[in-house]
């Protein structure tokens, strides 16, 4: 019976979860211990019928979770039971060649840079999938003018795509980090109890680097007993910042799904209800619980980094807590890129609202264009933008149109034709560099994100 909510299965993706399950945890430790004994046997370290049998005990099903369970409560030692239960399944003559030349960690930090090697397979895919989304709804919404917000309050006219396009570009680089960071984090160690290469001797370096190859990992360029723990730290930041950029995405659309605001609406599919008691409420649940997901997240990185400083060559004071970290971040973090994707593919524009949201000042948001356009004229600024205050808050106060009222000041008057006038009060005309902008987000998420 599950205690937890990621043990449920309510977050991340069947496919995410399955790396972390603790059959398939033993499974890559197997599939090591059977990786290091056939690069050993390509070399002559040792014997090529050893390499083979603990290839086929690693394959054969037979070492289970069960019979190293059974010798950990005997050991207190988990990798020690690991490679007793293999010992279990080869003939005599290949029990010393099990495990030779390694350590603990060289087992446990090697199989979890493989279990992340398959889990930022998953969250990369995903990233780019969403780069993908949020370049198309770019793409679609280019040249629609929309309010453009800061501190909360309307400041000046925004392309509704540009959104979108800084979204997707954060999305391309997110998978650009990945890529990146493989080749720093994604790592194989076979360097034994102190990182010395110690019982493999010169050839340590060579075995290191032919496993890393076949595994798909990096070889590290030094370690102690342990992988580094910055690289591990470097991973955990990286799914956070993808989590907190999500976590932004979803801020922004909670924000605009409010009943005063309704620019947008997530999905809300048949049958769904957004409140026990309010049968009238679409909530925004897939947003918020990107948000909620993103504050456990963020606050993994801190374990993370206090996990880096260790004594000597290594102590236990990691390990414990990063059985915990990194499966829980790659699930969160899996889980928040599928309701996102789903939000953003899904999204409900409603594009009057967002045009009615421009008029809601009454034309105030064009200040900004009729300070542009008396300076130009060679109005000293400051006295130009004293004027158009002074005309903006008795508007205000007035309830009239900001446009009218431009219009009829005879300080800002004398200086603009009616035309001019006009022409400053249409929103298409000021997307400036929104176009070229959209366009530039749209090739680079091509770039990055189309595998």
């Known amino acids: 019976m599950p205690i937890l909510p990621i043990d449920s299965g309510r977050y991340g993706s069947k496919e995410m979860r399955a790396i972390f399950d603790d059959e398939q945890r033993l499974q890559y430790q197997l599939d090591f211990e059977a990786a ?21 005990a690693a394959s054969s099903g037979r070492v289970t979770l069960a019979r190293v369970a059974e010798l950990e409560s005997k050991s207190e030692h988990d990798t020690a039971a690991l490679v007793e239960a293999i010992s279990e399944q080869v003939p005599a003559g290949a029990k010393p060649w099990v495990h030779y030349g390694l350590t603990s960690n060289d087992v446990v930090d090697t199989s979890t840079c493989m279990q992340m090697r398959d889990a930022f397979s998953i969250i990369e895919s995903k990233v780019a999938g969403l780069g ?20 909360g309050q309307h400041a000046s006219i925004i392309s509704f795509g540009l959104k979108f396009a800084v979204w997707a570009s954060e999305m391309a680089r997110h998978v650009e980090r990945i890529e990146e960071g493989k080749k720093r984090f994604l790592l194989c160690k076979t360097r034994g109890v102190v990182g010395t290469g110690s019982l493999m001797g010169d050839r340590a370096l060579q075995v290191e680097k032919q496993i890393a190859s076949d595994l798909g990992l990096w070889p590290v360029d030094a ?38 605001i309704g620019e947008v609406a997530e999905p809300f599919r048949k049958g769904q209800m957004g409140s026990s008691a309010v049968p ?3 909530n925004p649940i897939k947003s918020e619980r990107v948000s909620s997901l993103a504050k456990m997240l963020k ?19 990691n390990s414990a807590n990063e059985r915990f970290t990194l499966p829980m ?6 889980e928040m890129l599928g309701a996102m994707t789903k939000v953003i593919d899904e999204l409900n524009v409603n594009r009057d609202r967002v045009a009615s949201n421009l008029d809601m000042t009454k034309g ?65 005309n000021h997307l400036a560099a929104s176009g070229k902008i959209v366009d530039g987000v749209a090739k680079l998420v091509e770039q990055k994100c189309r595998r």
């Open 280 to 282: 009238v409420k679409r």
């Open 364 to 428: 105030q948001i064009y200040a900004e264009f009729v300070l542009e356009a008396l300076v130009k004229k060679g109005v000293a600024r400051f006295d130009a933008y004293r004027d158009i205050q002074r005309v903006a808050f008795s508007a205000l106060e007035s309830g009239a149109q900001f446009a009218g009222a431009v219009s009829a000041d005879s300080s800002i008057a004398k200086h603009l034709s009616k035309k001019e006038i006009d022409a400053i009060f249409k929103a298409e």
């Open 132 to 151: 993908l989304s949020l370049s198309k709804r770019a793409v679609e919404f280019r040249d629609v003018p929309a309010v453009g917000r800061t501190h």
């Open 36 to 56: 290091v004994a056939k690069v050993q046997a390509g070399i002559g370290m040792v014997p090529k019928d050893a390499a083979q049998a603990i290839a086929k």
């Open 329 to 334: 971040a790659a699930i969160l973090l899996d």
């Open 223 to 260: 370690a102690t007993q342990v992988i580094p723990r910055e690289r591990y730290a470097e991973m955990q930041f990286l799914m956070a910042l993808i989590g907190s950029t999500l976590d932004k995405i979803a801020v922004e659309i909670r924000n605009l799904q409010r009943t005063e």
């Open 299 to 317: 606050s993994l990185v801190s374990v993370s980094m206090d996990n880096i400083p260790l004594w000597h060559e290594r102590d236990l004071s």
